[in-house]
């Protein structure tokens, strides 16, 4: 998988937009942007993921450079529940259904501590 | 839907003894994994599955011993626990295809004196 990589940490006000970005310069042309959150003592979970297009879920927004090679993602309202690491993963789609599709390889991500 | 169940959450073992920690899923997952996180670090693959009787060795696989015999369970051996091993254990699943968004259980910490 290609390597990403994100500031260690970050800081934020409560009710105050947050972006966090990632670079990923060697993406190739078949790779997903994946984001998961680990809150504290838990497993981590599935934020969002895109391609090529900017994507909006209910937890956050990605948003993808033209070229690919960078994203962000923003919390539009974070909340001191957001405090968590943030990881950015590339996941090759072109692999889909093979033996190494499930494996990601998660960086040190960023840490968000989000401020009362 | 229970998701990814871990059991136990806590265990203390002493060097050199054996123990097994357990992970169900119920979404009828081809996938899943055993990931282990040391303090400060990401996540590091340690075993893989991507169907019953079928499994594979991540990036630290050393010390672990996997087997799938059911789509539902993935248990990991630790046949001899060294201080080494002592860390939060995850487990993970997903659908093989499509999106592959990994559905992670709520972890075990295991320390090994």
């Known amino acids: 998988d290609a390597k990403t990589t994100q500031p260690n940490s970050m800081e934020s006000n409560e009710e105050e937009p947050v972006h966090l970005p990632c670079n990923h310069s060697?993406?190739?042309?078949?790779?997903?942007i994946h984001w998961y959150r680990q809150l504290p003592s838990q497993g981590p979970e599935y934020v969002i993921h895109g391609l090529t297009s900017n994507v909006n879920n209910r937890m956050a927004s990605l948003a993808i450079a033209e070229d690919r090679k960078s994203s962000t993602l923003i919390l539009h309202r974070a909340t001191l529940r957001d405090a968590a690491v943030y990881y950015c993963i590339l996941r090759d789609f072109a692999n889909a259904g093979g033996t190494s599709y499930g494996k990601l390889t998660f960086g040190q991500g960023t840490i968000l501590t989000v401020h009362p | 839907n229970a998701g990814v169940t871990q059991t136990p959450k806590f265990q203390v073992l002493k060097t050199g003894q054996s123990m097994t920690l357990q992970c169900a899923q119920d979404?009828?997952?081809?996938?899943m994994s055993w990931y282990r996180q040391d303090p400060g670090m990401g996540l590091r693959l340690i075993h893989y599955?991507?169907?019953?009787?079928?499994?594979d060795q991540g990036e630290v696989p050393n010390g672990y011993n996997v087997s799938r015999s059911t789509t539902e369970d993935f248990p990991l051996r630790l046949l001899s626990a060294a201080p080494s091993q002592t860390s939060v254990y995850f487990c993970?699943?997903?659908?093989?295809?499509?999106?592959?968004?990994?559905?992670f259980g709520s972890g075990t910490q295991l320390s090994v004196l």
């Open positions: 060697t993406i190739s042309g078949t790779d997903y």
């Open positions: 599955s991507v169907g019953a009787g079928i499994t």
């Open positions: 993970a699943s997903s659908y093989r295809t499509g999106v592959g968004k990994l559905f």
């Open positions: 979404m009828n997952h081809e996938y």
